[in-house]
């Protein structure tokens, strides 16, 4: 198995030497490592406290980033929020760190691949930004967390307000009932492909109307491109 890299090398990525780089470490370890390398008589401290505090500290930096930034309302706000931290983004974000070179696994986990897994990243950059803040407080933290977000928060609709894409299938609905046309459906039109790599079409319907189709690898892609479809024609709004 390949050496860890040296903690200075993730510091350098963070921005900051850490006063108690035991925090760090801890960060750093995963529970199937935890389980490892511990025992009865010396069980070994996980990352997991230090992920429940990050979320926490990431959640209100975002947050309040996105109230200073954006006169939106709470809604539009609330699906930034959830665009910003959900665990797809926190990987990547990890990624971007390298923090996979240097997070402590057990054996089983790291021979299926667990450096490299999203849900693993994400809770591990979760543990690094706790350990960012009980080392240098909430500022410490803060800096960190809006390096890191830098080009996802800077990111803004036309109108200038904060980018937080919708569910075209929610736009749909919304843009129906609106113009007062009722809600939309969604049928399964055919299948192709091998059973391991299917392609799905599906029309979006106003009852016996169609709206809109659209293909993915999945139902869900598809309908979403449906709706996408739908919206993109003048009649979504009108009768007939």
């Known amino acids: 198995m390949a050496e860890t890299p040296p903690l200075s090398a993730l510091e350098d990525s963070i921005g900051r030497r850490f006063v108690d780089r035991s925090l760090l470490e801890r960060a750093l370890c995963h529970r199937s490592w935890a ?5 009865d008589d010396e069980p070994r401290s996980d990352n997991e406290r230090l992920e429940f505090l990050g979320d926490a500290v990431l959640g209100l930096v975002i947050t309040e980033r996105l109230y200073r930034s954006s006169s939106s309302a709470e809604g ?3 699906r930034a929020r959830a665009l910003l931290v959900r665990r797809e983004t926190l990987a990547r974000h990890s990624r971007a760190l390298g923090l996979g070179a240097f997070v402590r696994l057990g054996r089983g986990e790291r021979g299926s691949g667990g450096d490299d897994k999203d849900s693993i990243l994400a809770d591990v950059l979760e543990a690094v930004i706790g350990a960012t803040y009980l080392d240098g407080g909430f500022e410490a933290a ?6 890191l977000f830098e080009e996802d928060l800077s990111r803004r609709a036309e109108d200038g307000e904060l980018l ?3 569910d075209p299938r929610t ?3 919304e843009a129906l009932q609106a113009a007062g046309r009722g809600t939309p459906s969604y049928r399964l039109a055919s299948s ?8 799905w079409t599906i029309d979006a319907m106003l009852g016996d109307e169609l709206l809109g189709t659209g293909e993915g690898s999945s139902k869900q892609e598809a309908s979403k491109r449906a709706a996408s479809a739908a919206l993109e024609r003048a009649t979504v709004g009108e009768g007939g």
Request: aromatic share 4%; proline share 11%.
């Open 35 to 39: 389980k490892d390398a511990g025992s």
């Open 192 to 199: 192709s492909g091998p059973d391991h790599m299917p392609t």
């Open 171 to 173: 736009a749909l609905q």
């Open 164 to 166: 937080a894409p919708r």
């Open 76 to 78: 539009r706000l609330t």
């Open 142 to 147: 803060a800096e960190f967390v809006l390096r």
